[in-house]
């Protein structure tokens, strides 16, 4: 059976979640005895993108590419004109998996695309209008086309199913995982001491590790640090890591408000092959977030034997149990009080280190392929299904 999945989030060399979801999906699915022959395909021109794909052809996977035009192009012209995406790959496939929510018309075969959230409906100030006006004219088209809708949490299955009227017997929920040849804590104080060095990170320092934008909660967590250094002598270093998103002018602002550009500390984006080690090097990870289909950050610092803190909405509660401290992301008191109770209380942090481990293991990839390869072996024609 022929399987083709959309390799368009592979190459941007900046990932950050749904690309490395799809980038771990696919790293494994070869690993499994089956009867599939893979494919990738992508459209676009540029070569040094087209080279970040080439590796799959190592792993087993056949590369389709068309490069009439970029994907960003094609999806602009097919919300206006349907143009059958099997004008452009033409040949046979079984089934198609999209890993970007949209399922463009015309494709052959069985159907499946990711939805990871829908924080275009439930909080759409937090989300880019090019983003919110394409979702709005796509998505719901999308997920009627699709066979299967795959998605991220038991929260993400409860809003698409409440914005999208989708029937939950059409979702399936795939946890993400954690890639624990990265994300452990065993790295040693030398490996730590040299990042911190390369991004300019003091010994002792507080972590958020994400993109720089609104649906983060970056400008509160930034007010509730400010107003515990207000009462806290020896503070440790605020050290927001990440790639600047949207919206992000008011980040920088407010540090220069509260008069404390001395106290944060803004690394730009980090080498994936560092983050572990930042995280490992934290007090205490932050992430409250005001909206999130999953949350891997938090999962990957708590696989790293950091103390956790995260917003007590959405998805975050469903991911991280009872191994981490829980805030109400809309109130600068509480986020403030939970950075408070874990700088404070070394007890409590290693309580939290070990439970963190713990539940980070419970997350693992190769149980999120296993939910992908059931699917697909429903569909299975060798079988007669």
């Known amino acids: 059976m022929k399987i083709s999945f959309d390799a368009q989030l592979l190459m941007k060399g900046e990932k950050t979640g749904i690309g490395w979801c799809a980038e771990n999906i696919l790293q494994r699915m070869p690993q499994y005895q089956n009867d599939f022959e893979l494919n990738c395909f992508t459209l676009g021109y540029n070569k040094e993108q087209l080279t970040c ?9 056949k590369i389709n590419r068309c490069h009439w035009f970029h994907d960003v192009i094609y999806r602009l012209i097919w919300s206006l ?17 999209f890993f970007n929510y949209v399922v463009p018309p015309g494709v052959r075969g069985r159907r499946v695309t990711f939805v990871y959230d829908m924080a275009y409906k439930s909080c759409p100030e937090t989300v880019r209008k090019r ?6 004219i796509a998505l719901k088209r999308s997920c009627k086309r699709a066979d299967k809708i795959i998605t991220i949490s038991e929260f993400s299955k409860s809003e698409i199913t409440r914005y999208l009227g989708i029937r ?25 001491v040299a990042i911190t060095k390369k991004y300019g990170v003091p010994d002792d320092y507080l972590l958020y590790l994400g993109t720089l934008e609104p649906r983060k909660n970056i400008t ?18 605020l050290v927001l890591a990440g790639r600047k998103g949207w919206m992000y002018d008011s980040i920088f602002e407010i540090v220069k408000e509260l008069q404390i550009e001395e106290d944060v500390i803004f690394t730009g984006y980090i080498d994936p092959e560092d983050a572990p080690i930042l995280m490992k090097g934290a007090l205490a990870f932050l992430f409250p977030s005001i909206y999130e289909g999953f949350g891997m950050p938090p999962l990957e610092a708590m696989a790293c ?9 959405a998805s975050l509660p469903e991911v991280v149990g009872d191994a981490a401290v829980l805030v109400d992301p809309l109130s600068v008191d509480s986020i403030r009080e939970g950075i408070a109770s874990l ?43």
């Open 220 to 237: 509160r967590l930034i007010q509730a640090y400010a107003s515990l250094k207000e009462t806290t002598s020896d503070l440790p270093k």
């Open 131 to 136: 983003t919110k006006d394409m979702l709005n």
């Open 168 to 192: 939950e017997d059409k979702i399936v929920v795939m946890p993400c995982g954690v890639d624990f040849m990265k994300y452990h804590p065993n790295y040693t104080d030398e490996e730590v």
């Open 305 to 313: 034997g950091t103390p956790v803190l995260v917003s007590n909405v």
């Open 81 to 97: 004109i349907p143009i059958p995406y099997s004008m452009f790959f033409p040949k046979k496939t079984d089934i198609t998996v």
């Open 343 to 385: 700088l404070h209380n070394e007890k409590l942090r290693f309580e939290l280190s070990q439970k963190g481990i713990e539940r980070a293991q419970t997350f693992t990839w190769e149980k999120s392929v296993e939910v992908i390869n059931e699917v697909l072996q429903d569909w299975d024609v060798t079988r007669g299904n």
């Open 53 to 61: 794909v080439d590796k799959y052809q190592k792993l087993g996977y």
